[in-house]
């Protein structure tokens, strides 16, 4: 079975800082796909980023990166120098690559970014 | 093109009511699917559909079921309304709905709603 774990419930940083949320994942699977959602308190999931299982590159968007390695079945994001804009709730998923592809969502992280 | 649309936007039912969702996927997706958000349980599966035909569904008892129409949008039902079934859920579409190839699921703003 798939399996998405947030160890960190909560994380609150003051402006500037950077901070890393952490994301293990646990699959039987040789392919599929690992994302981030962000959720504003409006509600909607807002998707950052997809990585396949085969690309194992960094990627850096902006002030945001992420850090994928297989070998520690892990898929951490972070971001740099934050802004009270980042305030949401995020969360990592994981979807088989075929098949239904329904996504298993960790338990989230909340960020609060203090001015 | 318009994004995924879900109405209502907010709900208050009593235990023992039932309820209907509704959820209208962006233009083109065929494929629905639904999960559910609670503070304890998190964000769950609840089922997808593709083709008017439900192709998997998450662990959840009966009373949740769903339908999807010619035009794509799709319906759940929750029937005899528990207190935990107080959630806000989330209906995301794709487009087509192949199973050996990935596509993005695209989420709308979701529903809330709160059985008193």
């Known amino acids: 079975a798939q399996k998405v774990t947030q160890a960190q419930t909560e994380i609150s940083v003051v402006e500037k800082e950077d901070v890393t949320l952490d994301c293990v994942y646990e699959?039987?699977?040789?392919?599929?796909?690992l994302f981030w959602y962000k959720q504003p308190p409006s509600g909607e999931l807002v998707f950052l980023i997809r990585r396949n299982s085969f690309d194992e590159q960094n990627e850096i968007s902006g002030r945001y990166s992420w850090n994928f390695q297989k070998s520690t079945s892990s898929f951490n994001f972070t971001i740099t120098a934050s802004q009270v804009v980042d305030s949401a709730v995020y969360f990592c998923?994981?979807?088989?690559?075929?098949?239904?592809?329904?996504?298993?969502f960790g338990q989230g992280t909340r960020l609060t970014i203090n001015p | 093109k318009a994004g995924v649309t879900q109405t209502p936007r907010y709900l208050i039912k009593t235990r023992g009511q039932q309820v209907t969702l509704s959820c209208s996927p962006i233009?083109?997706?065929?494929?629905v699917s639904w999960y559910q958000q609670t503070p304890g349980q998190g964000l769950q599966f609840l089922f997808e559909y593709f083709s008017e035909t439900q192709r998997n569904k998450g662990n959840f008892p009966g009373r949740f079921s769903g339908r999807q129409f010619s035009n794509s949008r799709s319906e759940m039902n929750v029937s005899t309304l528990e207190l935990g079934d107080s959630a806000l859920y989330l209906c995301?579409?794709?487009?087509?709905?192949?199973?050996?190839?990935?596509?993005?699921?695209?989420f709308g703003p979701g529903t809330r709603l709160t059985v008193l």
């Open positions: 995301a579409s794709r487009e087509g709905g192949g199973t050996s190839s990935y596509n993005e699921q695209f």
């Open positions: 699959t039987r699977d040789t392919t599929y796909y």
């Open positions: 233009s083109g997706h065929r494929s």
């Open positions: 998923a994981l979807s088989e690559a075929f098949g239904a592809q329904k996504l298993v």
